[in-house]
């Protein structure tokens, strides 16, 4: 990557960006985005960077469609759609907690509209604010900013990352309509046995789209979200069903889930919430320093400015800020009826949420925005709200448990809009500066995009829900006549998480005992340096859906050792820079080939919910029979299998990937018995 430090597109050069075509593309594509995020998020409490496969679709849209189509339009185009996707991870873990307590029966359109917009509009605002004290000053790696320029470059020079997504992005359709819409497979795969007194539980969800996950995150990230699984499904509830018994259910399975979803998953509660408010602690200096130096003011007004450096003029920005808190206090009055609850609830939201966007901004500069820890925000975020909440609305206003917890929510919603989307708006400027785009255009794509977001979460969320149900808990307070036992329902775990949080600080039914046990495993994680939150995540959701990312993380393991064996000869200690190029390119063939499989089974999730609420059923009116588990397991291999095929086609030439999982195989077995072996004293 040499040539990073000036523009790809240099000052004195002003092509076409922030064209029509541009605009009808990015709006486009932000709508696909924001849908296949939602549903992905919502159904495995993980969504993805949008950033780059955003960048690959809209090379070959405009391509295909125009001869005369420059980097900069493109770069514009995928901050329109990774803006939508952002912010749809801000509102997933949000708003369908309403679902989760009750107070809402469906997704309220309007609400959610005001929600992502007030929300959204101020994360960006906040953000372009801090651009040029990050970005430029501050020089901030930002390296999915980084990894997307060179995306972006890859494709105007030539590249062949277009293609691969579009294969990608094909099979993944390919796939989500079999499964979801034909169901010719079982969706997952799972059975239980009786064992020594109690019940062994083994289950994998047959989705190419965890599977792509799972090689994103890596292996390391992977394994400990499926060791949080193995920890819930594996341990914890076989040992609650052996000391206090198994529940009458029709089948071992539904036991098993019967504990889960009644005992154990307030484990990953309390999980979740020692390890929201650690990762925030453990991150003090990095958000002390972003934020005293977004604090520091600076004389520039006299300086001219280079095309690549025009921002959207401060004094305007800041003048949104003030009219999207004082709208923000309108609504809230609107909603609540409180309107000392109001003002103490946008006063709060103005100064919380610049401080999370300047710390997700500033975090997504260090580690990107895909690691920046939204979750443990939004939780903290929580916290405080509802302390302001039960001060201002239970102790001085007498306000009723529904009325506190529906301002708690709506305030907590607008903060993590917010922050979910000021380290995507960041990353996406980063790759503009780098290619060469103007601050300002850039700017109004990401206020076009987020808006864009906006208007299509709601419907995209009524949708899966009149589908789906959106989380067991919303499923079972109103199942749907088709699936009276909510076996289709999304999980939504972070709505759940949020919704069990606020109902347990209002209504006194949050199930202490689990919760704190979570927060002592926590502990116990945080002594032994382990990612809390992906354990967390791993025992909160069922070990199903831990299965296929851990597969995924296990095959980018060895396709980046595999690239590591066929340049150095071995994998013995660090690899050459030659053998860590090679496996850079690995790494990105399998993250654009994931990106593509996630985008594909995504989309195609939400075009089915379109077809299931028009009661179109294609399994029904095409008499399609469901093959069984075993056929269903070798359906999903074979498609892990292209996805290895297409994945590692970037190694090197001159290997046989056979013998060299083999090999691999063996050196993790020997460096496993080695680490047993006691040392030598001499």
Not at 157 to 169: D, K, Q, R, S, T
């Amino acid at each position: 990557m040499s040539g990073l430090g000036e523009p790809y597109i240099p000052a004195s050069e002003s092509p076409k960006e922030l064209t029509l075509r541009v605009v009808i593309v990015g709006i486009v594509l932000g709508i696909l985005m924001t849908a296949a995020n939602a549903y992905l998020g919502l159904y495995a409490g993980m969504t993805v960077s949008a950033s780059i496969p955003a960048a690959v679709m809209s090379m070959i849209i405009l391509r295909t469609m125009f001869n005369d189509v420059s980097i900069l339009e493109n770069n514009a185009v995928q901050t329109m759609a990774s803006a939508g996707e952002s912010l749809a991870a801000g509102i997933i873990f949000t708003v369908p907690a309403l679902l989760v307590i009750g107070i809402w029966d469906e997704i309220q359109w309007l609400d959610t509209l005001i929600i992502a917009l007030l929300g959204g509009l101020l994360g960006t605002m906040f953000t372009i604010a801090l651009r040029r004290l990050f970005i430029v000053e501050e020089a901030l790696p930002y390296p999915e900013g980084v990894a997307c320029r060179e995306v972006l470059v890859a494709g105007e020079e030539g590249g062949e990352g277009a293609l691969a997504i579009l294969y990608a992005l094909g099979i993944g359709a390919i796939y989500g309509l079999m499964v979801k819409g034909f169901k010719v497979t079982h969706h997952n795969v799972e059975s239980a046995w009786e064992f020594l007194g109690t019940r062994v539980y083994a289950g994998m969800d047959l989705s190419i789209a965890l599977l792509s996950v799972g090689y994103i995150v890596g292996i390391r990230i992977a394994s400990f979200i499926f060791l949080g699984g193995v920890l819930g499904f594996g341990v914890l509830v076989p040992m609650y069903g052996l000391i206090r018994g198994w529940p009458d259910s029709p089948d071992l399975v539904t036991g098993f889930y019967s504990i889960w979803a009644s005992e154990i998953r307030y484990v990953g509660v309390g999980a979740m919430v020692v390890g929201g408010v650690y990762t925030l602690w453990s991150m003090r200096k990095t958000i002390f320093t972003g934020l005293s130096k977004a604090l520091i003011k600076t004389d520039k007004s006299d300086e001219v400015l280079l095309r690549t450096e025009l921002d959207l003029p401060l004094n305007k920005v800041l003048m949104v800020c003030g009219i999207l808190v004082g709208l923000t206090f309108l609504y809230y009055w609107w909603a609540t009826g409180s309107l000392i609850l109001a003002l103490a609830g946008a006063l709060f939201l103005g100064v919380v949420s610049f401080f999370f966007a300047a710390v997700a901004g500033y975090i997504a500069g260090v580690v990107g925005s895909s690691n920046s820890p939204v979750s443990g925000m939004t939780i903290a975020t929580l916290l405080f709200t509802v302390a302001l909440v039960w001060v201002v609305g239970d102790f001085f206003l007498g306000l009723g448990t529904e009325e506190l917890m529906l301002a708690t929510l709506l305030i907590a919603a607008i903060v993590a809009s917010s922050a979910a989307i000021a380290g995507d708006v960041m990353q996406d400027l980063k790759t503009g500066h780098m290619v060469g785009a103007t601050p300002w255009r850039q700017q109004t794509a990401e206020i076009i995009g987020v808006v864009t977001g906006a208007i299509i979460i709601g419907p995209t969320l009524q949708l899966l829900h009149k589908a789906f149900r959106i989380s067991k808990t919303a499923c079972e307070m109103n199942p749907l006549p088709d699936d009276p036992t909510c076996s289709n329902a999304l999980f939504a775990p972070q709505a759940e998480l949020i919704g069990a949080i606020v109902q347990g600080a209002f209504g006194g039914d949050l199930n202490i005992q689990m919760v704190m046990l979570g927060a002592i495993i926590a502990v116990a994680l945080i002594m032994l340096k382990m990612p809390v939150m992906s354990v967390a995540i791993g025992i909160y959701l069922p070990l199903g859906l831990s299965v296929p990312i851990m597969l995924g993380g296990i095959i980018s393991y060895f396709a980046l050792n595999s690239a590591y064996l066929r340049i150095d000869g071995n994998l013995d200690g660090h690899p050459s820079k030659e053998a860590e190029k090679a496996g850079k390119e690995v790494e990105n063939r399998g993250v654009l080939i994931g990106a593509g499989f996630i985008a594909g089974e995504s989309i195609l999730g939400v075009l089915i919910a379109v077809l299931i609420v028009m009661k179109i059923k294609l399994d029904v009116i095409f008499g399609v029979s469901t093959l069984n588990d075993l056929f269903s397991l070798l359906f999903f291999g074979w498609f892990v299998a292209v996805f290895i095929w297409l994945a590692t086609r970037a190694l090197p030439k001159g290997g046989n990937l056979f013998n060299e999982a083999i090999f691999i195989v063996k050196n993790i077995t020997w460096k496993f018995f080695n680490a047993f072996k006691l040392k030598n004293l001499k």
